[in-house]
C-alpha cells in the first residue's frame, strides 16, 4: 500500500519503520521528530496524505487531531482510509469521523495499547472503531504494527475502549500500591504479599504483571528506577479523557474521579512527572494517613 503516517514521536516511527519493512511504500511527516530510515520524508502534511490509500495519525491530543484533519482531508483520494492510532476524546474522533464521511474517506479511530516496546516490536493491540468495510481495509496493517486488533464498532468506540481501559489501569494501580504500602507498615513482606495476592482473589494486571514493588515479580518498570514504561503524565491524560467522557455520558465514575485526582496531585504537585504510573508505590510509602 501507499501509506501517509503523520506523528513520528516515540510511537509512530517505530510504527512507520515496520510498515516499511513489511515493503509498504510509507512518507512520513513531523513537526520536529526526524524521518526514520526506510521512510519517505515529507514537506507537509499534506504531502504525505496526498495520494496515499491510507493516511495513518498519531498525534497527541483531539485539537491537534482535528486540526490535522482540516488540513489533510482536501488533499486525500475518496476512498482512502484514515487511521488515527492518537488517543483523544471520543467526541472528536467522531467530529473528524463525520468530516471524513461527508466526502467519502474511510475514518477508524484506533488507539493502541503496549507502549514504545509494543511500537518497536510489532506487538501493539488496537482498539478499532470505524465501518466494516474501513477496519477490513486496514486489517493487514493492523497486523504487521500490532498482535492483537478489536473491532469495537462505530467511530468512536476505539476511543471509548481505551479510556475505560485505561481508567480500570489507573484505579487498580492505586489500589496495589496502597495494598503494598499498608502491608509494609503491617509487617508482612513483600514477596510473601505477591505470592498471595497474585493467586488469590486481589489477582490483577498491575500487580502479576507490572508490579510496582521492586525486586517482585516479573521485571517491570519499578526495577528500572521507575523510569517511564507508561508515564504518570499519560495515565493522568487518560483519566482526564476518562472523566470527560464520563460527564458527556451522565456517568458516575467515583473511582476514576479519584484517581485523576491523586494523579493530578501526584503529576502536578509532587515529583511524578517523568516516571512510571507505577511510581505511585514510594509516594504511599512516605505517607501517613490524613
Known amino acids: ?33 526526524p524521518c526514520p530510515s526506510g521512510v519517505t520524508s515529507a514537506a507537509t502534511a499534506t504531502d504525505a496524505a496526498s495520494g496515499q490509500d491510507v493516511v495513518i495519525t498519531m498525534l497527541p491530543n483531539g485539537a491537534i487531531l482535528k486540526a490535522v484533519a482540516s488540513e489533510i482531508l482536501p488533499a486525500m483520494s475518496k476512498g482512502a482510509v484514515f487511521l488515527d492510532c492518537s488517543t483523544v476524546e471520543v467526541d472528536a474522533a467522531r467530529d473528524v469521523a463525520e468530516k471524513c464521511e461527508d466526502i467519502g474517506v474511510g475514518f477508524l479511530d484506533a488507539p493502541v495499547s503496549g507502549g514504545v516496546g509494543g511500537a518497536s516490536g ?55 500500591c496502597e495494598a503494598f504500602a499498608l502491608a509494609d507498615k503491617l509487617g508482612l513482606d513483600r514477596q510473601a504479599m505477591f505470592d498471595v495476592v497474585s493467586t488469590s482473589s486481589g489477582y490483577s494486571w498491575s500487580m502479576n504483571a507490572y508490579c510496582p514493588a521492586p525486586g517482585i515479580g516479573p521485571q517491570s518498570p519499578a526495577d528500572n528506577g521507575y523510569k517511564p514504561g507508561f508515564a504518570s503524565e499519560l495515565m493522568l491524560k487518560d483519566l482526564r479523557l476518562s472523566q470527560a467522557a464520563a460527564e458527556t455520558a451522565d456517568a458516575d465514575t467515583p473511582l476514576g474521579a479519584t484517581a485523576m485526582g491523586l494523579y493530578e496531585t501526584f503529576v502536578e504537585q509532587e515529583d511524578g512527572k517523568g516516571t512510571d504510573f507505577s511510581a505511585m508505590l514510594p509516594r504511599f510509602e512516605k505517607r501517613g494517613r490524613p
Open 122 to 176: 510489532g506487538t501493539l493491540t488496537f482498539m478499532v472503531g470505524g465501518s466494516d468495510a474501513s477496519y477490513d481495509a486496514a486489517k493487514p496493517l493492523f497486523d504487521i504494527m500490532g498482535q492483537k486488533s478489536v473491532h469495537c464498532g462505530p467511530a468512536g468506540n476505539g476511543q471509548a475502549a481505551k479510556i475505560c481501559n485505561n481508567m480500570i489501569l489507573g484505579i487498580t494501580m492505586i489500589g496495589t
Open 1 to 33: 500500500m501507499k501509506i501517509g503516517f503523520i506523528g513520528l514521536g516515540n510511537m509512530g516511527a517505530p510504527m512507520a519503520v515496520n510498515l516499511s519493512k513489511a515493503g509498504h511504500h510509507v512518507t512520513g511527516f513531523d513537526l520536529a521528530a
